[in-house]
């Protein structure tokens, strides 16, 4: 499919995690709505309440709604704002991880399990603990060991932290300073919790210097994705400011990663969140923008598009349609 199509037209969809579990591409996005709240920095607009499932055999195929899955009004720590999700399988269990304010309107992550890929989850009564911050992916390596990225600054409050620590005056590094990095940490072998403290993904320039926070071309903003091809590690992510979807690679998946280019030019809205994953010998890209809603930023519709890989493993180019 040499060209995007949306995935469900009929209602706002954003932030799209895919994978495939049971032989199908299951869909994990937040759930636009219209709230009300005027647009800010913060991102408030961005009031998200549920989550529902999505699931389709055959690229181009009809694609099911398996109904709201998760609420906010279920998770016990909850205060408001659902956002980006992430799910991963492990002995017969599905986890999915989602990011959400708290009562003190602090993001944290947090977990809730299933026996099914389409769910019902179940919350756990607490987040994860040391979490903080959004988007988080979560990555199975080949060892069996899984690792969950997370992070995202403005409305993600990534900048209000130094040393994994709570520091409110929200400050970012000047330009010429090295840039706020995602964050990765190994999960515990029961899913729930970290295994060990999160530390920096480290992403580097061509010469090998920390990108600067300056570099809005090319350094971390938010929409950690993490996936493997030919035995190389691929962190892909938000720039934000410059709206791009690019890529950084590795030989471990703590990095550090060396940037590589552009996976995704710009679309219509403020900027986009992805995933990637592969379906029956082929690579897809998963994404949203915001042309059905008249570029509404907080009403967004989620799309799919092939992407491809030259013979260097050089991710190809595409162009936001």
Not at 37 to 64: A, C, I, K, R
Not at 73 to 95: C, H, M, N
Request: charged share 25%.
């Amino acid at each position: 499919m040499n060209k995007s199509q949306y995935l469900f037209p009929s209602d706002f969809m954003a932030d799209p995690s895919a994978h495939v579990f049971e032989d199908k591409i299951y869909i994990y996005p937040s759930h636009d709505r219209e709230s009300g709240t005027p647009e800010n920095d913060n991102g408030d607009h961005f009031d998200m309440q549920d989550y529902h499932v999505f699931s389709l055999e055959e690229v181009g195929g009809e694609v099911t709604d398996h109904g709201k899955v998760l609420s906010v009004e279920d998770i016990p720590w909850g205060g408001r704002q659902l956002w980006d999700s992430d799910v991963a399988f492990r002995d017969g269990k599905y986890y999915m991880y989602f990011s959400l304010k708290d009562k003190t309107d602090i993001f944290r992550l947090g977990v809730a399990t299933s026996d099914a890929p389409y769910g019902p989850f179940v919350p756990q009564g607490d987040p994860i603990r040391g979490s903080y911050s959004i988007d988080p992916s979560a990555f199975q390596d080949t060892d069996g060991n899984y690792y969950l990225y997370f992070g995202g600054i403005w409305g993600g409050q990534l900048q209000s932290y130094r040393g994994n620590k709570l520091h409110p005056s929200g400050t970012l590094p000047h330009f010429h300073e090295p840039a706020l990095m995602p964050k990765v940490a190994r999960l515990r072998e029961d899913m729930l919790q970290f295994d060990e403290a999160p530390r920096d993904l480290l992403i580097l320039d061509e010469d090998g210097e920390p990108l600067k926070q300056g570099d809005t071309d090319h350094r971390f903003f938010e929409a950690s994705w993490m996936h493997k091809f030919q035995g190389k590690y691929y962190f892909s992510y938000s720039t934000g400011d410059t709206h791009q979807i690019v890529y950084a690679t590795a030989d471990n998946p703590y990095g550090p990663f060396t940037y590589q280019g552009v996976i995704l030019t710009p679309v219509v809205g403020w900027t986009t969140h992805h995933s990637i994953a592969e379906y029956k010998g082929k690579w897809y890209l998963f994404y949203h923008d915001s042309v059905p809603s008249g570029g509404k930023t907080w009403l967004r519709s989620m799309k799919m598009v092939e992407l491809n890989y030259d013979e260097q493993g050089r991710i190809k180019t595409i162009e936001g349609q």
